[in-house]
T-cell receptor, first 111, second 113 residues
Framework: EDKVVQSPLSLVVHEGDTVTLNCSYE??????LLWYKQEKKAPTFLFML????IEKKSGRLSSILDKKELFSILNITATQTGDSAIYLC???????????FGAGTILRVKS | DTAVSQTPKYLVTQMGNDKSIKCEQN?????MYWYKQDSKKFLKIMFS???????INETVPNRFSPKSPDKAHLNLHINSLELGDSAVYFC????????????FGEGSRLTVL
């Protein structure tokens, strides 16, 4: 069965710290891995990593994919209170047009 | 312009009642989904429709019945509500076969008393 495991489950840091969120996956026929950020309401898309795009960066956020070891990390540098959210990792399974989500990492950035 | 909109945003009801949640998307996508997010924030697929046809039906009690009148709309009707149905229900849409980004609505928080 396709599986996504995220760690840590929750994290509290101070503004300015750098954080690394982890996502490991087991899926037959890997196609992509996605990161979402969920603040109070809807999850919003951050990055999609594929075999042809294993590293993505947007401002203070960056993500890499290790297809051999079956994991991805999401890095946030110089964290701000606005980074406080749940970060979700997801993969599409071999069959079916859907995403399988991990349980998420709850990040809290204290000022 | 809201891309994926759900109504109502909040629902509080008694056990045993029936309720519906509506979803509409204006992104021109052909695939829509219902996801359930429980109190531990775990997002799990319930249903998916592609061009009004049901393509994914996970292990969901048959008290839950989705309906898609057209590819821009996907509604969810829940009969005989139970305490365990309390959750946030998210509608989402995408292009079929994209294996990528889903666009989510803001969620409908259902509380069953």
């Amino acid at each position: 069965e396709d599986k996504v495991v995220q760690s840590p489950l929750s994290l509290v840091v101070h503004e300015g710290d750098t954080v690394t969120l982890n996502c490991s996956y087991e899926v037959t026929n890997f196609r992509s891995l996605l990161w979402y950020k969920q603040e109070k309401k809807a999850p919003t898309f951050l990055f999609m990593l594929t075999s042809s795009g294993i590293e993505k960066k947007s401002g203070r956020l960056s993500s890499i994919l290790d297809k051999k070891e079956l994991f991805s990390i999401l890095n946030i540098t110089a964290t701000q209170t606005g980074d406080s959210a749940i970060y979700l990792c997801a993969v599409p399974p071999r069959y079916g047009n859907k995403l399988v989500f991990g349980a998420g990492t709850i990040l809290r950035v204290k000022s | 312009d809201t891309a994926v909109s759900q109504t109502p945003k909040y629902l509080v009801t008694q056990m045993g009642n029936d309720k519906s949640i509506k979803c509409e998307q204006n992104l021109g996508h052909d695939t829509m989904y219902w996801y359930k997010q429980d109190s531990k924030k775990f997002l799990k697929i319930m249903f998916s429709y592609n061009n009004k046809e049901l393509i994914i039906n996970e292990t969901v009690p048959n008290r839950f019945s989705p309906k898609s009148p057209d590819k821009a709309h996907l509604n969810l009707h829940i009969n005989s509500l139970e305490l365990g149905d309390s959750a946030v229900y998210f509608c989402a849409s995408s292009h079929y076969g994209a294996y990528g980004e889903l666009f989510f609505g803001e969620g409908s928080r259902l509380t069953v008393l």
